[in-house]
């Protein structure tokens, strides 16, 4: 896998390019001379591991027969300085899961616990650093 950054202006702004040919904006806070163009490195990194356990658990649900009418995925992270330099990674993050649909609460349960132990190659990345905790809820359709 590969991916490529241009930069787009004298600051911070790149446009970011991997093997789907889709472009991502990628800009600094303003308050370090970004102009807010784009996502922040950091915020990035949460919306993949978002995006992978996400994609994992449509998939399994899909295999259990579970249809699911809407999907909303919260990735939060706490940081934490490293002792001696400016790095402050990401030590705890939550990925809190907001289903709706009629969907049996033991499968959601299952295909979230199998995405993050099998299948996300993004939370297989991150769990060494950082502790990784899920939620979830389910908000049944109404007939």
């Known amino acids: 896998m590969q991916v490529e950054l241009v930069r787009i202006d004298d600051a911070f702004h790149f446009q970011a390019n991997g093997m789907s040919g889709v472009p991502v904006d990628i800009d600094a806070?303003?308050?370090?001379?970004?102009?807010?163009?784009?996502?922040?490195?950091?915020?990035?990194?949460?919306?993949?591991?978002?995006?992978?356990?996400?994609?994992?658990?449509?998939?399994?649900?899909?295999?259990?027969?579970q249809v699911i009418e809407d999907l909303k995925i919260s990735v939060s992270g706490?940081?934490?300085?490293?002792?001696?330099?400016?790095?402050?990674?990401?030590?705890?993050?939550?990925?809190?899961?907001?289903?709706?649909?009629?969907i049996v609460e033991e499968k959601a349960k299952k295909a979230i616990e199998l995405s993050m132990e099998k299948y996300c190659?993004?939370?297989?990345?991150?769990?060494?650093?950082?502790e990784i905790t899920h939620t979830f809820e389910i908000e049944p359709v109404l007939v």
């Not at 996502?39 to 027969?65: F, H, N, Y």
């Open 29 to 65: 806070a303003e308050n370090i001379g970004g102009h807010n163009a784009g996502s922040r490195p950091m915020e990035l990194l949460l919306m993949g591991l978002g995006g992978c356990t996400a994609i994992d658990v449509i998939l399994i649900m899909k295999k259990q027969r």
């Open 78 to 102: 706490e940081r934490e300085k490293i002792e001696g330099t400016e790095m402050t990674p990401f030590r705890k993050i939550n990925i809190h899961f907001q289903f709706k649909g009629n």
């Open 121 to 130: 190659s993004a939370t297989a990345q991150f769990s060494a650093s950082a």
